[in-house]
Protein backbone atom coordinates (compact mmCIF):
# COMPACT_ATOMS: atom_id res chain seq x y z
CA UNK A 1 0.00 0.00 0.00
CA UNK A 2 1.54 3.07 -1.22
CA UNK A 3 1.74 6.22 1.44
CA UNK A 4 -1.17 8.43 1.40
CA UNK A 5 -0.47 11.47 0.67
CA UNK A 6 -0.34 14.74 3.16
CA UNK A 7 -3.25 16.22 1.50
CA UNK A 8 -5.31 12.74 1.53
CA UNK A 9 -8.09 13.48 4.13
CA UNK A 10 -9.16 16.52 2.45
CA UNK A 11 -8.95 14.74 -0.67
CA UNK A 12 -11.11 11.95 0.24
CA UNK A 13 -13.47 14.77 1.86
CA UNK A 14 -14.17 16.52 -1.40
CA UNK A 15 -17.94 16.23 -1.59
CA UNK A 16 -19.66 14.17 -4.38
CA UNK A 17 -21.95 15.64 -7.40
CA UNK A 18 -24.89 13.73 -8.49
CA UNK A 19 -24.07 12.66 -12.10
CA UNK A 20 -27.46 12.48 -13.72
CA UNK A 21 -29.69 15.45 -11.98
CA UNK A 22 -33.04 14.18 -12.42
CA UNK A 23 -35.34 17.16 -12.37
CA UNK A 24 -35.50 17.14 -16.17
CA UNK A 25 -36.09 13.29 -16.45
CA UNK A 26 -39.43 12.40 -18.28
CA UNK A 27 -41.28 11.51 -15.31
CA UNK A 28 -44.41 8.96 -15.30
CA UNK A 29 -47.83 9.80 -14.57
CA UNK A 30 -48.31 7.95 -11.09
CA UNK A 31 -51.35 9.21 -10.04
CA UNK A 32 -53.04 8.07 -13.64
CA UNK A 33 -51.23 4.64 -13.36
CA UNK A 34 -52.48 4.48 -9.68
CA UNK A 35 -55.71 4.80 -10.68
CA UNK A 36 -55.43 2.47 -13.80
CA UNK A 37 -54.30 -0.42 -11.52
CA UNK A 38 -57.35 -0.33 -9.45
CA UNK A 39 -59.89 -2.06 -12.44
CA UNK A 40 -57.44 -4.62 -14.35
CA UNK A 41 -58.47 -7.81 -15.84
CA UNK A 42 -56.25 -10.20 -16.32
CA UNK A 43 -55.81 -11.52 -19.93
CA UNK A 44 -52.60 -14.55 -19.38
CA UNK A 45 -50.08 -15.77 -16.42
CA UNK A 46 -46.98 -17.92 -16.77
CA UNK A 47 -45.76 -19.86 -14.16
CA UNK A 48 -41.65 -19.87 -14.53
CA UNK A 49 -40.69 -22.99 -13.00
CA UNK A 50 -37.59 -23.44 -10.45
CA UNK A 51 -34.25 -22.98 -12.19
CA UNK A 52 -35.83 -22.30 -15.55
CA UNK A 53 -36.60 -19.28 -17.60
CA UNK A 54 -40.18 -18.63 -19.19
CA UNK A 55 -41.10 -15.54 -21.79
CA UNK A 56 -44.20 -13.63 -21.74
CA UNK A 57 -45.67 -11.00 -23.55
CA UNK A 58 -46.95 -7.81 -22.51
CA UNK A 59 -48.83 -5.23 -24.90
CA UNK A 60 -48.02 -1.50 -24.55
CA UNK A 61 -50.38 -0.23 -22.02
CA UNK A 62 -51.02 -3.30 -20.32
CA UNK A 63 -50.05 -4.32 -17.22
CA UNK A 64 -47.37 -7.42 -15.42
CA UNK A 65 -46.97 -8.82 -12.21
CA UNK A 66 -44.08 -11.20 -11.10
CA UNK A 67 -45.61 -12.77 -7.21
CA UNK A 68 -43.69 -14.75 -5.00
CA UNK A 69 -45.94 -18.14 -4.74
CA UNK A 70 -45.02 -21.46 -2.72
CA UNK A 71 -41.44 -19.67 -0.49
CA UNK A 72 -39.08 -16.87 -1.06
CA UNK A 73 -37.48 -16.29 -5.00
CA UNK A 74 -35.27 -14.37 -6.58
CA UNK A 75 -36.18 -13.48 -10.34
CA UNK A 76 -33.83 -12.30 -13.11
CA UNK A 77 -35.50 -9.94 -15.67
CA UNK A 78 -34.71 -9.32 -19.18
CA UNK A 79 -36.89 -6.67 -21.38
CA UNK A 80 -36.91 -6.67 -25.18
CA UNK A 81 -39.54 -4.61 -27.85
CA UNK A 82 -42.09 -7.11 -29.03
CA UNK A 83 -41.06 -5.93 -32.59
CA UNK A 84 -37.29 -5.56 -32.33
CA UNK A 85 -35.64 -7.45 -29.67
CA UNK A 86 -32.26 -5.75 -30.14
CA UNK A 87 -33.90 -3.17 -28.25
CA UNK A 88 -33.37 -4.45 -24.74
CA UNK A 89 -33.35 -3.01 -21.12
CA UNK A 90 -30.12 -1.61 -20.32
CA UNK A 91 -29.48 -2.05 -16.85
CA UNK A 92 -26.50 0.48 -16.65
CA UNK A 93 -28.50 3.24 -17.52
CA UNK A 94 -31.18 2.63 -15.00
CA UNK A 95 -28.65 2.59 -12.04
CA UNK A 96 -27.65 5.97 -13.27
CA UNK A 97 -30.88 7.47 -13.61
CA UNK A 98 -32.50 5.75 -10.70
CA UNK A 99 -29.80 3.99 -8.30
CA UNK A 100 -28.50 0.69 -7.33
CA UNK A 101 -32.62 -0.77 -6.77
CA UNK A 102 -35.80 0.07 -8.18
CA UNK A 103 -38.92 0.61 -6.62
CA UNK A 104 -42.08 2.34 -7.24
CA UNK A 105 -41.80 4.94 -9.77
CA UNK A 106 -38.34 3.79 -11.39
CA UNK A 107 -38.54 3.04 -14.60
CA UNK A 108 -36.69 0.65 -16.67
CA UNK A 109 -34.86 2.27 -19.97
CA UNK A 110 -33.61 0.61 -22.96
CA UNK A 111 -30.70 0.53 -24.90
CA UNK A 112 -29.12 2.66 -27.53
CA UNK A 113 -29.92 4.46 -29.74
CA UNK A 114 -33.40 3.99 -28.33
CA UNK A 115 -33.31 4.83 -24.26
CA UNK A 116 -36.87 5.35 -23.80
CA UNK A 117 -38.62 3.73 -20.99
CA UNK A 118 -39.99 -0.22 -21.33
CA UNK A 119 -42.26 -0.13 -18.23
CA UNK A 120 -42.64 1.64 -14.90
CA UNK A 121 -42.70 0.58 -11.49
CA UNK A 122 -46.28 0.90 -10.18
CA UNK A 123 -46.76 -1.19 -7.21
CA UNK A 124 -44.11 -2.86 -5.11
CA UNK A 125 -44.87 -4.80 -1.78
CA UNK A 126 -41.26 -4.67 -0.71
CA UNK A 127 -41.30 -0.93 -0.70
CA UNK A 128 -41.18 -0.88 3.03
CA UNK A 129 -37.65 -2.62 3.11
CA UNK A 130 -35.86 0.56 2.28
CA UNK A 131 -31.67 0.38 2.92
CA UNK A 132 -31.07 -1.99 5.93
CA UNK A 133 -28.04 -1.53 8.34
CA UNK A 134 -25.35 -3.72 5.62
CA UNK A 135 -26.31 -1.28 2.89
CA UNK A 136 -28.50 -4.16 1.41
CA UNK A 137 -31.70 -3.47 -0.52
CA UNK A 138 -34.10 -5.30 -2.91
CA UNK A 139 -34.64 -5.28 -6.30
CA UNK A 140 -31.22 -4.58 -7.75
CA UNK A 141 -29.68 -3.32 -10.99
CA UNK A 142 -25.90 -3.95 -9.75
CA UNK A 143 -26.11 -7.79 -10.37
CA UNK A 144 -25.18 -8.61 -13.99
CA UNK A 145 -27.38 -12.67 -13.77
CA UNK A 146 -25.54 -15.52 -12.72
CA UNK A 147 -23.73 -17.37 -15.65
CA UNK A 148 -22.23 -20.22 -16.70
CA UNK A 149 -18.88 -18.51 -17.76
CA UNK A 150 -18.51 -16.99 -14.69
CA UNK A 151 -19.08 -20.17 -12.77
CA UNK A 152 -16.48 -22.29 -14.83
CA UNK A 153 -14.04 -19.82 -14.25
CA UNK A 154 -14.56 -19.72 -9.83
CA UNK A 155 -15.40 -23.57 -9.77
CA UNK A 156 -12.39 -24.22 -12.15
CA UNK A 157 -13.80 -25.71 -15.19
CA UNK A 158 -17.35 -26.82 -14.43
CA UNK A 159 -19.81 -26.77 -16.61
CA UNK A 160 -23.45 -25.64 -15.02
CA UNK A 161 -26.51 -25.29 -17.29
CA UNK A 162 -29.47 -23.73 -15.23
CA UNK A 163 -27.71 -20.16 -14.08
CA UNK A 164 -29.43 -17.43 -14.96
CA UNK A 165 -28.20 -16.65 -18.39
CA UNK A 166 -28.53 -20.26 -19.92
CA UNK A 167 -31.98 -20.13 -18.81
CA UNK A 168 -32.72 -16.96 -20.16
CA UNK A 169 -30.81 -18.24 -23.65
CA UNK A 170 -33.19 -21.02 -23.70
CA UNK A 171 -36.44 -19.38 -22.86
CA UNK A 172 -35.50 -16.73 -25.55
CA UNK A 173 -34.72 -18.72 -27.95
CA UNK A 174 -37.63 -20.93 -27.60
CA UNK A 175 -40.28 -17.95 -27.89
CA UNK A 176 -38.19 -16.27 -30.95
CA UNK A 177 -37.94 -19.79 -32.43
CA UNK A 178 -33.87 -19.37 -33.39
CA UNK A 179 -31.09 -20.96 -32.92
CA UNK A 180 -28.76 -20.89 -28.88
CA UNK A 181 -26.07 -18.67 -30.61
CA UNK A 182 -28.63 -16.49 -31.86
CA UNK A 183 -30.56 -15.88 -28.66
CA UNK A 184 -27.35 -15.49 -26.60
CA UNK A 185 -26.22 -12.19 -27.77
CA UNK A 186 -29.98 -10.76 -26.93
CA UNK A 187 -29.62 -11.91 -23.24
CA UNK A 188 -28.75 -9.17 -21.12
CA UNK A 189 -28.15 -7.79 -17.85
CA UNK A 190 -30.81 -7.99 -15.53
CA UNK A 191 -33.73 -6.50 -13.32
CA UNK A 192 -32.91 -8.59 -10.11
CA UNK A 193 -36.28 -9.10 -8.89
CA UNK A 194 -36.60 -10.16 -4.87
CA UNK A 195 -33.39 -10.28 -4.66
CA UNK A 196 -31.15 -8.65 -1.65
CA UNK A 197 -27.94 -6.77 -2.38
CA UNK A 198 -25.64 -4.38 -1.63
CA UNK A 199 -21.89 -3.49 -1.16
CA UNK A 200 -19.87 -4.42 1.65
CA UNK A 201 -18.63 -0.84 3.16
CA UNK A 202 -14.89 -2.56 3.75
CA UNK A 203 -14.10 -4.12 0.56
CA UNK A 204 -16.43 -2.79 -1.98
CA UNK A 205 -17.89 -6.40 -2.76
CA UNK A 206 -21.01 -7.11 -4.38
CA UNK A 207 -22.98 -8.57 -1.70
CA UNK A 208 -26.46 -11.05 -1.47
CA UNK A 209 -28.36 -11.92 1.47
CA UNK A 210 -31.91 -13.69 2.06
CA UNK A 211 -34.52 -11.74 0.07
CA UNK A 212 -37.14 -10.34 2.84
CA UNK A 213 -39.81 -11.61 -0.08
CA UNK A 214 -42.60 -14.12 1.20
CA UNK A 215 -45.05 -16.20 -1.12
CA UNK A 216 -47.81 -13.10 -1.98
CA UNK A 217 -45.40 -10.22 -2.49
CA UNK A 218 -45.40 -8.80 -6.13
CA UNK A 219 -43.48 -6.43 -8.05
CA UNK A 220 -45.96 -4.61 -11.03
CA UNK A 221 -44.88 -2.92 -14.05
CA UNK A 222 -46.83 -0.80 -16.56
CA UNK A 223 -45.71 -1.70 -20.10
CA UNK A 224 -44.44 1.54 -21.98
CA UNK A 225 -44.28 -0.60 -24.93
CA UNK A 226 -44.85 -3.69 -26.69
CA UNK A 227 -42.71 -6.16 -24.53
CA UNK A 228 -41.74 -9.22 -24.30
CA UNK A 229 -40.35 -9.90 -20.89
CA UNK A 230 -38.18 -13.09 -20.27
CA UNK A 231 -37.53 -14.19 -16.30
CA UNK A 232 -35.46 -16.86 -14.33
CA UNK A 233 -36.36 -18.25 -11.34
CA UNK A 234 -32.34 -18.59 -9.63
CA UNK A 235 -31.16 -21.48 -8.91
CA UNK A 236 -29.94 -19.73 -5.69
CA UNK A 237 -33.54 -19.66 -4.27
CA UNK A 238 -33.49 -16.74 -2.54
CA UNK A 239 -30.24 -16.38 -2.61
CA UNK A 240 -29.08 -16.55 0.93
CA UNK A 241 -26.39 -19.25 0.77
CA UNK A 242 -25.26 -19.27 -2.92
CA UNK A 243 -26.56 -19.39 -6.35
CA UNK A 244 -25.70 -21.37 -9.57
CA UNK A 245 -26.69 -24.32 -6.95
CA UNK A 246 -28.36 -27.65 -7.27
CA UNK A 247 -28.61 -26.95 -3.41
CA UNK A 248 -30.72 -24.17 -2.88
CA UNK A 249 -33.95 -24.51 -1.99
CA UNK A 250 -36.07 -22.78 -5.21
CA UNK A 251 -39.53 -21.97 -5.60
CA UNK A 252 -41.32 -20.81 -8.96
CA UNK A 253 -42.52 -17.50 -10.08
CA UNK A 254 -45.88 -16.32 -11.44
CA UNK A 255 -46.22 -13.36 -13.69
CA UNK A 256 -49.74 -12.22 -14.56
CA UNK A 257 -50.91 -9.93 -17.48
CA UNK A 258 -52.97 -7.61 -17.53
CA UNK A 259 -55.52 -5.58 -19.24
CA UNK A 260 -56.89 -1.77 -17.70
CA UNK A 261 -60.15 -0.86 -17.90
CA UNK A 262 -61.38 1.13 -21.24
CA UNK A 263 -60.82 5.02 -20.58
CA UNK A 264 -58.36 4.94 -18.19
CA UNK A 265 -55.53 5.92 -19.64
CA UNK A 266 -56.97 8.89 -21.80
CA UNK A 267 -54.37 10.67 -22.53
CA UNK A 268 -51.24 8.49 -22.47
CA UNK A 269 -49.13 7.58 -25.13
CA UNK A 270 -46.41 4.88 -25.95
CA UNK A 271 -43.02 7.10 -25.87
CA UNK A 272 -40.84 7.82 -29.06
CA UNK A 273 -37.14 6.63 -29.50
CA UNK A 274 -34.96 9.18 -27.92
CA UNK A 275 -34.85 12.43 -29.73
CA UNK A 276 -31.10 12.28 -30.29
CA UNK A 277 -30.41 12.41 -34.26
CA UNK A 278 -27.61 9.87 -34.50
CA UNK A 279 -25.41 12.36 -36.07
CA UNK A 280 -22.51 12.17 -34.00
CA UNK A 281 -20.88 15.34 -34.49
CA UNK A 282 -20.46 14.47 -38.62
Same mark, same amino acid.
Request: glycine share 10%; aromatic share 8%; net charge negative.
Given at each position: M????S??D?R?A?????????????A???????????????I???????? &??R?? &?A??GHF???????????GD?????A???T??F??????????????TG? %????S???? %?P?????????????I?????? *?H????????????????????????????L??????????P??????????????????GF?????Q?F???S? *????????????I??I?N??A???????S???S?A?R????L?? *?F?P????? &?????P?????D???G?
Amino acid at each position: MPNAPSDADARRAVKPVICYPTETLPAPDLPMLTAARVRLTKIGEVTVPPR &EARCF &EAPAGHFFRITSVEAPQVGDLNLHNATDPTERFYSGKARALHGTHLTTGG %RMWSSFPHL %RPMATITHDTLGWYGIDGFGGS *VHDVIGTRCDPYTHALLSGGGQYHHCCHSNLTRSLADHLGIPLTEAEPLVHDVLNVFMCTGFTRDTGQYFMKASP *VRPGDYLEFFAEIDLIGNLSACPGGDCGSEHSSDAARCAPLLVE *VFAPAEGSL &EGWVSPLSNAYDRSHGR
